[in-house]
């Protein structure tokens, strides 16, 4: 392979690295792969051309048109995987190990572009939380809504995930409206930008909306802004120094930190050699130490097993390991490629050696270990190693030390406080497991603790053929953790996004919050259709319409019918006696269900027409029974409307059921989807 320039993209134009740049080498043979970055880099240019170009436009769009945009990306990309694949061998990945990268991070576009058209709104404002009633009389209302941040989001990442830490902070920054920076870590930055080059190349995105640069960021960071976000993954040394920038601190920008983790793996009591959980521990343990030759922040550091199975463990562990083929990661026979530089080897190997100190090596001899098919001196080749802690409440640097490659340490503890103990010692992690049949051990691992921990996977025999693996962090749940992890989070669905959106609380009166938020809200005006609402199509529904209808006496009869039609002969509706003496009834009362059925008997417009099915409801609430005699209307109103396919879409209506004195009897919110045209 000849010299890589990699380029970095600024205001729309490619730039070469020049000889200042960064230099990049193989991981597997440690040959110079290419330099990185420029020293003059136009900061003030970038940050003009994403807040001036790419922020507007991407505001411009709605959430759905930004969803629908992720996944004409992702679907781009997964056209270039094996390109991709090929270009991270250099930086000491496996296919399967690229496969984690580059398919993890296509996935995790796709499945905010999914998240985003079915959980946020085809609008430019999101609506967060319900609205909340803030006057006696419903004339004075507050909801949550969140608006796109106007400024730029940083993203600096770490060197393990080229493609999967640009693509899960890109997803929810640009469903969110917000145009991003890259700045990948300079080892495996080549990758990264390769991938970027097919972004651009797509056409899909704004001008402006991404943007990258490899190499140094300069003074950009100096240059932000109160409506910027820093989104930072890496060291805890690297994000100290960042989070202690003045200029950051005096204008209150967001900095979110993903940082290192002692994460850990705890087997229940419950265990036993031979077991499905012992295997399953085995198992997660091995993968995690060889996937990405452990340079995964997820990665099990730290084995805590029962006392009586600290020997088996260690020795299951070390035997599969000493098994695991190394070498070059192109070879198909490889189970464990290379690190990804020099300079991680001679980290890790510092950190083993420091963590040898006060524990035994099992298995894994750094001097003295086999590659297959490359030079283990040059190219950046470690052994997985296993080291056994006899003593782990006086051990230190087990707890503190994060050797970030093949590297775990299996531990003993007598009972489960002293379990949870240990595994607190990490100070904050990104994901602890707890391997377990027993409930009671995993909802007590969970309570003592879950406040330490971003995440608690929990598997067992009933789990294992569908769990994702301890290591897999997954769009759809929280990424992060407190303490020594940064006290940050990512991903975890919508949550994600908000890291690019300001939530603002407005208050006022129904009509003008119904005006805000795009839907209507309990109190707003109610003006009257102009025709039955189900005889026209979506696009001519107007929010806030609404019909009435009734009223319909409900009589004795009519409840008898609907108790033996249905089944349903609770005493509330057929012994007047038994329903006196509830204290909730006057007497024998209407069923609920038989209002429901009635409400829709009152306000459906029978014919064929533009509403095709009634596909479920929301918050139902039974105000107040209803008794022979009493007499019910309804009002529909229409709440609101989400387009869903290219011929229909979902209408959300208001329901509410009233009796003859206008008390209030049911409200509920019906959904029904709708053809656009009648
Ligand atoms: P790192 O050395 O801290 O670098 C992280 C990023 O910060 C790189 O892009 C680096 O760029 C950049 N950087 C360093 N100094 C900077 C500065 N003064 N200004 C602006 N950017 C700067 O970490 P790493 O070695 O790449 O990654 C390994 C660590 O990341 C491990 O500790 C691992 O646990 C952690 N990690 C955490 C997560 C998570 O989600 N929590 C995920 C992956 C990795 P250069 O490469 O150009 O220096």
């Not at 996944?71 to 990309?77: D, G, R, S």
């Not at 894994?364 to 802690?389: Q, Y």
């Not at 503190?400 to 904050?428: C, H, I, K």
């Not at 039609?565 to 204290?583: L, S, V």
């Amino acid at each position: 392979m000849g010299l890589i320039n990699v380029n970095s993209f600024v205001a729309g134009q490619w730039i070469a690295a020049d000889e200042s740049g960064r230099p990049i080498a193989s991981a597997v043979t440690g040959e110079p792969l290419g330099l990185a970055g420029r020293a003059r880099l136009d900061t003030q240019g970038l940050l003009d051309h994403a807040r001036l170009k790419g922020g507007p436009a991407l505001r411009a769009m709605t959430f759905h048109e930004r969803a629908r945009m992720l996944k004409a990306l992702a679907l781009e990309l997964s056209r270039h995987k094996e390109e991709l694949y090929r270009l991270s061998h250099t930086t000491g990945a496996t296919t399967p190990d690229a496969m984690i990268d580059i398919d993890g991070g296509i996935q995790t576009m796709l499945v905010y572009a999914s998240k985003g058209r079915r959980e946020m709104p085809d609008a430019h404002i999101y609506v967060d939380g319900e609205t909340e009633m803030l006057s006696r009389g419903g004339t004075f209302a507050g909801q949550h809504v969140a608006t796109p941040l106007k400024g730029v989001a940083v993203h600096i990442n770490a060197f393990n995930f080229p493609v999967w830490g640009m693509l899960e902070k890109l997803s929810p920054a640009l469903l969110a409206g917000m145009p991003a920076i890259v700045k990948p870590a300079t080892a495996t930055c080549h990758v990264t930008e390769q991938c970027f080059r097919r972004m651009i190349a797509s056409g899909i995105l704004p001008d402006g909306a991404v943007q990258l640069v490899t190499g140094g960021l300069g003074d950009l960071l100096d240059r932000l802004d109160y409506q910027d976000v820093v989104g930072f993954t890496g060291s805890a040394a690297t994000a100290l120094k960042l989070r202690f920038n003045p200029h950051l601190i005096e204008n209150s920008v967001r900095f979110v930190a993903e940082q290192d983790s002692l994460n850990a793996s705890v087997l229940g009591p419950d265990a036993t050699p031979g077991s499905p959980e012992f295997d399953i521990l085995v198992k997660e343990a091995v993968r995690e130490i060889t996937a990405k030759a452990g340079q995964k922040c997820t990665a099990i550091r730290r084995l805590i097993v029962p006392e009586a199975l600290f020997g088996p463990v260690g020795d299951a562990i070390a035997e599969r390991l000493s098994k695991v083929r190394i070498g070059d990661p192109a070879l198909e026979t490889t189970r464990m490629g290379a690190l990804a530089s020099a300079e991680q080897k001679a980290d890790v190997l510092d950190k083993v050696g420091r963590i040898a100190s006060e524990c035994r090596m099992l298995t894994g001899d750094p001097a003295n270990f086999d590659v297959d098919g490359a030079d283990a001196e040059r190219g950046a080749f470690l052994p997985p190693m296993l080291l056994a802690c006899d003593d782990p409440d006086e051990a230190e640097i087990v707890h503190s030390a994060e050797a970030f490659g093949p590297v775990s340490t299996v531990m003993p503890y007598r009972d489960l406080d002293q379990a949870a103990r240990l595994m607190n010692r990490g100070r904050g992690s990104l994901v602890a497991s707890v391997i377990t049949h027993d409930p009671e051990v995993a909802r007590t691992l969970v309570l003592e603790a879950g406040a330490a921990h971003g995440r608690i996977y929990v598997n067992n025999r009933d789990s294992a053929g569908e769990a994702t693996g301890h290591g897999s962090p997954l769009p759809h749940m929280v990424h992060g953790g407190p303490g020594r992890a940064g006290g940050g989070e990512e991903l975890g669905g919508i949550r994600g996004v908000m890291h690019y959106m300001q939530r603002t609380a407005i208050q006022g009166s129904p009509d003008i919050l119904s005006a805000v938020t795009g839907r209507w809200i309990k109190g707003a005006a109610k003006p009257k259709a102009s025709a039955h609402p189900f005889t026209r199509g979506f696009d001519a529904l107007a929010i806030g319409e609404t019909i009435e209808a009734g009223p319909r006496t409900v009589t004795l009869e009519d409840i008898e019918h609907f108790a033996h039609f249905t089944g349903d002969t609770f005493y509330a509706h057929m012994d007047e006696d038994a329903a006196k003496a509830n204290p909730f009834f006057p007497g024998r009362v209407a069923h609920g269900y038989l209002l429901l059925s009635f409400a829709a008997g009152l306000f459906v417009e029978p014919s064929p027409g533009p509403v095709l099915a009634n596909t479920g409801l929301d918050g139902l609430r039974f105000m107040k029974p209803v008794s022979p005699g009493d007499a019910i209307s309804v009002s529909l109103t229409v709440k609101r409307k989400t387009r869903r396919t290219d011929e229909y879409g979902e209408v959300r209506w208001h329901v509410a059921v009233i009796n003859q004195d206008g008390d209030d009897v049911a409200e509920y919110e019906l959904h029904t989807m709708n053809a656009y045209q009648a």
